[in-house]
């Protein structure tokens, strides 16, 4: 505790300062002498700040953003519930955007860095005691650019900020969030921080996701679309470009003939002709049970066919598994016919002189086949033997337990291939390791999620209390509700019908645009998607990852009855992981119905 009252001369302007550390609020009351403004009273923590603020009656208020005991943004918020026209500066070591967009959204007159000079410091107090705006066009812009609206999925361009950037490489490379702050010389709080509001804007709930998405991101932003085959997009990333590209170079280094590299990059082109196969034959057995495929995408380390959906059945997702293979397994049997055919021609003879260019052509094609069978086996996810594994097991056990047993199985497989390429001084194998570590944990957490949503209805998992606001309204009302709460994105309603949502990045570039006098009709989006309140959570998800804000309004036969929130998705799956193991002890399960209140 260290709230102190000063008893103040007659000055121009007093002040309220908070920041948790004696030596910067001993500095700055030393700063502020012989000047026209005097610290009425300082605080160390959020809390005291609040009461302060009520009692001394301050012309200013200089926040610390981090605090113990409720941080400066929070304190922000509870002020300007009561005083809504005090000036307020939030102080900061750290020029971090998202500081600085809390603060702007919340309605602070300015955001001051403690190296600022005294001048700095005194004409800053005094134009916000003025109520003059210190923030300025361009840093406006900045936040606004850092908070854009998120759009979904591994093609689109998601705005991350630099420093999020940064933390989502980082976490890539295995990272730990300590070690992230150590390597980026920031706090281990910042690093928190960063990596939730990275998590929100990506879409994903864990750091094993967040990794996943980053890698096939970067993959997917390279890729090309060459063509279709039964319907299905294919793509080459042009990882596989310069695969080629290496080969040639490889080739020539070894003084091999042009006739001899262009045999090796058609062995590659026919390699990968080989693995589109493979993949269109998950995709066509997947057809069969009504899922479709969005793409097919030729990378570095072999084919990914995206599938819609995962079939609900274990037999269904053993057929499409080991359709893959079976494809290679056929192709290797017509080589191997063909093979037989060209041995009882003038191609080959003998047996023991077999030096035909075509039939050791053919051999390899059959080698391939046979070597992507072996390896597309292996019962680790994301490989196909991972699926075939998991299915057979969830013929007997429990889906999610199958799951988590094949993935343990696969990150062992992958502790054992990172291993012996370490050991071997292999850089691929270890990169497959990777791969197959992830791959395995993102299968893991996908599959928890939908067993926790699978048959829960949108009305169990929607928010029920929420703010509404009506088109003529101006965006100071959206700011008023943002500061009494947590709600970031707020329907519109006229005449008690829904007409659009204001979501929270729309609300910060009109802020800097034009002001909190904009009204909310300018600036709401009309082209939100709804669900209704009696839909099935599960299929709802991917249209809530895509929507803007991650927002979805919930109607009731044509009403508003409640907003669907990927926040409040992420409550529901930590309450139903934690009542999970009440299960396990004995307990039964149960989540609470929410009780629908009206919109305010």
Not at 393 to 422: E, P
Not at 558 to 578: H, I, P, R
Not at 583 to 590: D, E, F, L, M
């Amino acid at each position: 505790m260290c709230k102190v009252c000063i008893n103040a001369r007659s000055v121009s302007i007093r002040l309220l300062l908070a920041d948790d550390h004696d030596v910067v609020r001993t500095g700055i009351v030393s700063l502020l002498k012989d000047s026209d403004i005097e610290v009425v009273a300082v605080a160390c923590t959020g809390g005291e700040a609040v009461e302060l603020a009520s009692q001394v009656n301050p012309d200013v208020v200089v926040l610390d953003v981090r605090m113990p005991g409720g941080d400066g943004l929070t304190a922000l918020g509870r002020i300007k519930l009561d005083q809504p026209h005090l000036p307020i500066l939030m102080l900061s070591n750290y020029d971090n955007p998202t500081y600085v967009a809390r603060a702007v959204a919340l309605g602070a007159s300015g955001y001051v860095l403690k190296d600022t000079p005294r001048a700095g410091l005194i004409d800053a107090i005094r134009r916000a005691f003025k109520g003059e705006n210190l923030w300025t066009r361009d840093e406006l812009r900045r936040v606004t650019g850092a908070l854009a609206a998120p759009r979904l999925g591994v093609e689109s361009e998601v705005p991350l900020t630099q420093r999020e950037a940064e933390v989502l490489k980082l976490i890539t490379t295995g990272q730990t969030n300590r070690q992230i702050a150590e390597t980026m010389g920031i706090s281990y709080e910042t690093v928190k921080e960063h990596v939730q509001n990275m998590l929100r804007k990506i879409g994903v709930s864990d750091r094993t996701q967040a990794a996943v998405w980053a890698v096939r991101r970067d993959f997917m932003r390279w890729s090309w679309k060459i063509g279709k085959l039964a319907g299905i997009g294919i793509y080459v990333n042009v990882s596989f470009l310069v695969l080629i590209a290496l080969v040639v170079m490889l080739g020539f280094a070894n003084e091999r003939t042009v006739a001899g590299v262009a045999e090796m990059v058609l062995l590659i082109l026919l390699l990968f002709g080989i693995i589109v196969l493979h993949e269109l034959g998950h995709a066509l057995t997947a057809r069969r049970f009504g899922i479709r495929t969005q793409d097919i995408t030729l990378l570095l380390f072999g084919g990914v066919a995206r599938l819609e959906r995962m079939p609900r059945q274990p037999w269904q997702e053993f057929l499409i598994a080991v359709a893959g293979p079976a494809v290679n397994v056929v192709l290797a049997i017509l080589l191997s016919v063909v093979l037989i055919a060209l041995a009882g021609t003038s191609f080959v003879m003998e047996w023991n002189t077999l030096n035909s260019s075509v039939a050791m052509f053919i051999l390899q094609l059959i080698g391939i086949n046979v070597m992507l069978v072996l390896f597309n086996m292996l019962p680790a996810f994301p490989m196909d033997g991972g699926r075939v594994f998991r299915a057979l097991l969830a013929m007997k056990l429990d889906y999610v337990k199958a799951t988590n047993i094949a993935a343990n199985v696969g990150q062992a497989m992958a502790i054992l291939f990172g291993f012996i390429g370490i050991v071997w001084f292999n850089p691929f194998l270890v990169f497959i390791a990777l791969f197959v570590w992830m791959g395995a944990a993102q299968e893991a957490s996908s599959v928890r999620i939908r067993s926790a949503v699978s048959g829960v209805p949108v009305s169990r998992v929607m928010v029920t209390d929420f703010r509404v606001l009506a088109p003529q309204d101006e965006l100071s009302q959206a700011v008023a509700f943002v500061l009494a709460g947590f709600q970031h994105d707020f329907p519109v309603l006229e005449e008690g019908r829904f007409v659009g949502v204001l979501t929270r990045a729309d609300m910060i570039k009109a802020l800097a645009d034009h002001g909190q006098n904009a009204r909310v009709s300018d600036v709401m989006r009309t082209d939100i998607q709804t669900v209704d309140a009696s839909e099935m959570l599960e299929p709802v998800i991917p249209r809530l990852q895509s929507s803007p804000g991650r927002t979805l309004p919930v109607l009731r036969n044509g009403q508003l009855v409640g907003m669907l929130t990927t926040e409040n998705l992420g409550e529901f799956l930590m309450v139903d992981s934690a009542l999970r193991h009440r299960v396990v002890a004995g307990v039964p399960r149960h989540i609470a119905q929410p009780s629908p209140r009206p919109p305010a």
